[in-house]
């Protein structure tokens, strides 16, 4: 038989602080938005290791009544709720009552508390039990030190991040917090560093202190209201954007909120004018009707459910476009010039590490000669060739070898016995090497050797029974990818110098994104480093990558701030190496001479490669005699 237990108190408050004191950041919020209820203009809040082993907020605020002290720390303890009622028209931050119950309970916590009309007294308490408490000389106002966080609790020490990971959310949340609040002058600091400090002045100066000068010139203010709500702010011009959500910043009557139909409709707003992974910037306060929102959606209260979310929406979207609409007619009319989006660009060097040459210049010279090629045709039997005299037998060796080992274009057509009345045959494309022990037959290894090449596009090569046609751009550009991805993998990577560092600004989740992949970035051949505050310096850049674009491609790094997928150091830069070989790669029409044919062909038939391009086209299609024997009907 089981039996109901009541819990005690001290029980149901260490689990009732899973919800509120979920991290140091919670606790930091919790801590703040009792200052803001509390009517305080200047806010001071220290976090030392991540807030781990200590929090300090103190506040100018109205004060904690001396009998009020203990009372404050039982749970449903609040002074801003009396009667029901209060709750559907909630204008504090906090109202729970089990904010700092649920922290006492699993913390050590000091609290040092003046009002207007009582002298200083304190109170402290470990675990949630009053240790001491009594007078204690204190300026006007409320000073709450919360230490050694899960002391008692270990299983919950043990979900905590590295102090470094935790000082990171505190950080974006005190963004926010600022943010939401320009008219208090909130400054914070971390292990005794000054992360923010904001004047109370406005919203632009809040702005400012969050993102530094260079958002200022980008902004379009908004103000806009329709009787019932109203929207106030500022959006980032159709000319900035960000790689990531991290910098849109919604309230809700003045709350910060994490997600919400306002994001959705800012977004759709900047649609026309935005690329892919692209996120416009915006600080923006949404008025609506207390009761109209519900801001108890989620125990955090980051969530909000409107009553009317179409008609938000609406309002929102309306508001956004017209705003955007009269920055840009103001643009045209003032002929102001386009801004500078976000990163300051340092153009990499060109270098080029072509094996082949590029002879794009020769092909209109080329196609002038309507005349085909004789003399290379006749004469490119890989055994005459000079230079790879002796290299030459190991290369048809090679080459035949792996190219013996293809499919058929019939293998891959399903039906083999393909109407032979058809005037031209064309293969379905080889859609993976496909090695088998069967088809190893190299008899015909001896015979190889290349018989020409068609619209300086292909390489035409015969071995035994077979015809192969090679693609020499797809051909190569798989090589160099290849090249690429080995020597990132045999750590055999060089790095090149920028002319000019290039410095990425960012925010606290950036920053912190950055520090994570550091390693990776450097194994990728990047130099980069922490430059001062919120800031990176690249001075260097992988040399398999000589023409990356490092705007763009910090920026796609960033966006996958918001995946959950663990990244890998190639896939980081797969495209960009394909594309790096793809643009150093031979061209379809350019004409390779001799030597360069045979080189081409020796290094796909050298070692494992694959016979598709980075992209995945193939470049090998294999002819067997017996098709074509068929094509003329000397066979049925
Ligand atoms: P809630 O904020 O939901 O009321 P809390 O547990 O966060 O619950 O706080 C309990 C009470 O302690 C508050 O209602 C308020 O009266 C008092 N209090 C907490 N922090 C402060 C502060 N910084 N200044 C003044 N009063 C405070
Ligand atoms: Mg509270």
Request: proline residues 4%.
């Amino acid at each position: 038989m089981s039996k109901i237990n009541i819990l005690k108190p001290e029980i149901f408050n260490k689990i009732a602080a899973g919800e509120v004191v979920e991290k140091p950041a919670s606790i930091v919020k919790e801590l703040v938005e009792n200052s803001i209820d509390a009517g305080a203009t200047k806010i001071n809040i220290q976090v030392f290791d991540g807030g781990i082993s200590k929090i300090i907020v103190s506040d100018n605020g109205s004060g904690i009544l001396p009998e009020d002290l203990r009372p404050a720390f039982l749970p449903h303890a609040t002074s801003k709720i009396l009667t029901e009622n209060d709750l559907y028209n909630i204008a504090t931050l906090g109202f729970r009552g089990e904010a700092l119950a649920s922290i006492a309970s699993v913390s050590q916590v000091e609290v040092i508390s003046k009002t207007s009309e009582t002298n200083g007294h304190s109170i402290k308490l470990s675990g949630g039990e009053v240790v001491v408490e009594g007078e204690k000389g204190s300026p006007m106002g409320t000073y709450i030190c919360v230490e050694n966080l899960f002391f008692n609790t270990p299983a919950r020490q043990k979900f905590l991040k590295k102090p470094k990971k935790e000082e990171s959310d505190i950080t974006s949340l005190v963004s926010k917090l600022i943010l939401a609040n320009p008219r208090k002058a909130i400054k914070y600091t971390a292990d005794n560093k000054v992360i923010y400090s904001s004047t109370g002045q406005g919203l632009k100066e809040a702005i400012f202190a969050i993102y530094g000068s260079s958002v200022l010139d980008n902004l379009i203010p908004l103000e806009y209201e329709n009787g019932k709500y109203k929207i106030t702010g500022y959006i980032g011009k159709t000319s900035y954007f960000k790689p990531n959500r991290t910098y849109q910043t919604i309230m809700i009557n003045n709350r910060w909120v994490a997600d919400s139909i306002v994001n959705v409709a800012i977004s759709q707003s900047y649609e026309s004018y935005m690329m892919k992974h692209c996120f416009p910037f915006c600080v923006v306060n949404l008025t609506v009707p207390n009761d109209e929102v519900d801001v108890n959606v989620h125990p955090s209260k980051l969530e909000v459910r409107f009553q009317d979310a179409k008609a938000i929406f609406g309002f929102v979207y309306h508001a956004v476009t017209e705003a955007i609409y009269s920055d840009l007619t103001k643009k045209t009319t003032e002929e102001t010039e386009v801004k500078e989006p976000t990163f300051e660009l340092k153009r990499a060097p060109e270098t080029q590490n072509l094996n082949y040459q590029n002879k794009q210049e020769n092909t209109s010279e080329q196609s002038k000669s309507n005349e085909l090629n004789l003399d290379f045709i006749l004469n490119s039997p890989v055994e005459t060739n000079e230079l790879h005299d002796s290299a030459d037998s190991v290369l048809s060796e090679i080459i035949i070898e792996k190219f013996a080992s293809m499919p058929t274009s019939t293998n891959v057509e399903t039906n083999v016995d393909t109407d032979i009345s058809e005037p031209i045959y064309v293969p379905k494309p080889i859609q993976q090497q496909l090695i088998t022990k069967e088809n190893e037959n190299n008899n015909d290894m001896l015979s190889s050797q290349i018989i020409g090449k068609a619209f300086n596009t292909f390489v035409i090569m015969e071995s035994g029974d077979n015809l192969y046609f090679i693609d020499q751009h797809a051909a190569h550009e798989r090589l160099l990818f290849d090249k690429y991805v080995k020597q990132i993998k045999d750590k055999n990577i060089s790095c090149q110098p920028l002319l000019i560092p290039y410095t990425i600004n960012v925010n606290s989740a950036e920053e912190q994104f950055l520090l994570d992949n550091l390693e990776m970035l450097k194994s990728l051949g990047f130099e980069i480093y922490e430059f001062g505050n919120l800031s990176f310096r690249i001075t260097a850049i992988p040399s398999s990558l000589p023409n990356l674009n490092v705007e763009n491609f910090f920026k796609n790094f960033l966006s996958n701030l918001n995946n959950y997928k663990q990244l890998k150091n190639i896939d980081l830069i797969r495209d960009e190496l394909a594309e790096t070989a793809c643009k150093h790669a031979v061209k379809g029409g350019d004409d390779l001479d001799k030597e360069e044919l045979i080189k081409l062909v020796k290094d796909v038939g050298n070692g494992d490669v694959t016979l598709q391009c980075p992209h995945g086209r193939p470049f090998v299609v294999k002819f067997t005699r017996r098709e074509i024997d068929k094509w003329f009907r000397r066979i049925v």
